[in-house]
């Protein structure tokens, strides 16, 4: 039987609790790490299930602590996709590659969130002015969204890949 329990899986795992402590210290909007946690786990947690669930256990863990609200199951499904897009990554992990994920990640989670926020919402004409208009006002927190997910996909990514390098238990086998 193999084992998914490799000192890999613990490191990865420590770097999205480090992820989940970011998330819940005082923050600018949307300038937190959950989006590189899922892309991160997407590409290095071997099995699927873990690359998923565990980015979605730390939103859940987070939203007990700083409130659960009603635009989670959006969230938590673009976090999901976030993690697939992951997982696209594995064995083909470049600089270029990875910052192209995050900046992809970013601009998803922009487009289908603000679009809930339209879709269920009453602050914005149900029309395509309105969501635009949406979409306009949203612009200043995707700036934050890409500035941490570019923040946080290289720190992840590059102590993963410094782990691998210096400490042998950390390589792939």
């Known amino acids: 039987m193999r084992t998914y329990l490799t000192p890999r899986f613990w490191l990865a795992l420590a770097l999205v609790v480090v992820g989940v ?19 991160f786990g997407g590409a290095k947690f071997e099995r699927r299930a873990f690359a998923i669930v565990i980015p979605l256990l730390t939103m859940l863990i987070g939203d007990a602590i700083i409130g659960f609200h009603s635009a989670m199951p ?13 997982m696209l ?31 269920r919402g009453t602050t914005y004409a149900k029309t395509a002015a309105g969501l635009v208009a949406c979409y306009v006002a949203a612009i200043p927190y995707f700036g934050n969204t890409i500035a941490s997910d570019l923040l946080f996909t290289a720190i992840f990514f590059g102590a993963f890949a410094i782990a691998e390098r210096k400490i042998p238990a950390f390589a792939k086998a």
Request: hydrophobic share 55%; with cysteine.
């Open 21 to 39: 402590v970011c998330r819940v210290v005082p923050h600018p909007w949307n300038f937190a790490p959950i989006g590189a946690i899922a892309l």
């Open 74 to 86: 959006v969230i938590y499904a673009t976090y999901a996709l976030i993690a697939v897009i992951g």
């Open 89 to 119: 990554l594995r064995n083909r992990e470049s600089v270029p590659a990875v910052g192209a994920c995050a900046l992809l990640s970013s601009t998803i989670f922009f487009i289908t969130t603000n679009f809930d926020v339209w879709a």
